[in-house]
């Protein structure tokens, strides 16, 4: 099928991107030492993970108990579900477990830590359950202070419980905050110490603490060395975007998501060029308004996949999108530029919101289509 | 089911409220005397629009071809796409058509209206294809100008070639951006007055032009007298939400919808409590970030549904969502007010946005789960 065939909206991936981008990142790992666990709450597809694992990765990170049955169903065992677990998410988690999906588990509270080992010795599974402690190196989200009383705790509790206390788990979110290589690079040895400090002390009390594991794409493409940490995981890199361009981890040309729109019409005196992609297309995600460089709801291409320079799509409706000129000029020959019924690319603010919006990729080699591939949503 | 036995992240119905709404909106309407098609784009769920018609509510709208599709197979005839349709979609609709529905098409370009008529003559379908011309009102999308040669010259075009010109469409979108009472009546006004202007025109010219449809849930509730006005249509008002609310056309009380959310953490010093609602489960709509009021990513209910005084989300990640104070104090009991394991219930700021990332509504009332409606996405 031609890519000009596809009913519009729709969401693409461009194999050659997508093959480099996997690329670039395990060779990265590869070269640091550190077992990769790519997160598949990006893509949520099948397809997409299994080339991950191809170039090199080993288990999957999740965001949702969906994801990891959806990849248990589809063959993937070694899942580490990094969110900290809910009461109520305890006992479907643990039967994924009995049923043969190596899903570790991850807690950064008593209450979340007692809830699990409660029911797990109630209702006891094979094997130990492997749980790691999530650590907040950044404040800027969940998990217990490398420093605290609180993590030896929690560590004590699961251990003497007879859970498989792994060890630790962090996740540098501020990442996405920073500019400049200098900040990556200080953000990314920030996440690494704290973690292995956190693994240190639990270790010094006499506690288990195999895995030290980090991760985000800023921090995971910007980090010097990796001592003392085992295992590294990263989502979005595998379609960058344009919030990860403007933080500088990959250009423009690496973006592997784009969508594809149909021009409906025309507001020649305005300069606008209205498309049948909106925001349920491309997301409500504006995380290059906090940008230097605010890309509106995305640059915009040509079917061929080439920036249109100037061009981004400057509002969003339901399923209205408005592409315009950056500079606010209106261009004369607009009607005759972009034609109705002629067809853009759309590059996302962010392509974790941006897939999420579609049931489906369309993974294609320049202009040929080569498979639809499917994604799931929901929880 | 009680409401406390389902799986969070869940978008919630109240029962009351979205009675209250769609009895609301369908009064107002027979006062005003005036056809209501009430937009399903904003629940896309069969069951909330069969509330919508049997409360007197005559057709429906649609944004995509899906939506048309969906609501077909449900058993809904009478409906209005209300988007400017793209060249490759014309063989579809007239394929619906072909199988009864009476799909009325909507188009604002000469290349969009005869890319219809060439199809439509090449490959007729039994009776001639009602179409309507979308007027530009505000200048906030599409459509042409109320007083344009170029209104004429498609209404011409489509009644010479053989098409059931059924009259003119229009939405005032800008009045999302209005505050006060006022500029709600002057921009109801607005659109009222300039689609009766585009029909006269058309009538002037000799062409049929027996429908004026126009409408928002802002102006359908702030018009004083729709004289000229056949038809209204609106979408958000059948749930409601926090920028509706800071339009002024709608109390919190009114949000028919919610999240419904877990406690999975603390991040005590900083007066934070860390739920499985993040982005995904709301949106990433911040339509509230541009009015007086930012509600962040929504405001915080208990499980019953009232009101948390002062608590909102104020940040998301993926399946992340904080809730802390809008006044950004920490209160001490933040553990033992919001433990882990509780539930909490979060209004969303744009009803459309927050419902589309979810598969099924629970349709509650009070505590109880009466049913789950699904709702569809895609295109």
Redesign the interface.
Known sequence: MHIDEL????ALIEDARLARNIARMQSRMDELGVRFRPHV?TSKCVEVARRQLAAGARGITV??LKEAEQFFQAGFEDILYA??????KVAPALDLRRRGCELQLVV??M??AR?LTELALKDPVPEPVPVLIEV?VD?H??GVAPGSALLLDIGRHLHEQGLALRGVMAHA?SSYDQRTPTQLQDIAEQERAQAVQAAGRLREAGLPCPVVSIGSTPTALSAGQLPGVTEVRAGVYVFFDLVMAGVGVCSDEDIALSVLT??????VE?GWV?V?AG???M????GTQAQPVDQGYGLVCGLDGRLLDGFLMHAA????G?VARRDGQAPIDI?QRF???SKLRVLPN?A??TG????DYAWVDGPEVRALWPRF???
Request: hydrophobic share 35%.
């Open positions: 009913a519009t909206p729709a709450k965001s949702t969110v900290s677990l809910a009461p109520q950064d509270s209450a979340a809830a907040d404040g989200r969940g979110g149909t021009v409906i019409g025309h507001q305005r209205l049948d925001w349920m297309a997301s409500r995600d504006r409706n339901q399923e209205h408005i009607e034609p109705v019924g962010h974790c919101a999420a919006q579609h049931a949503g929901g929880w």
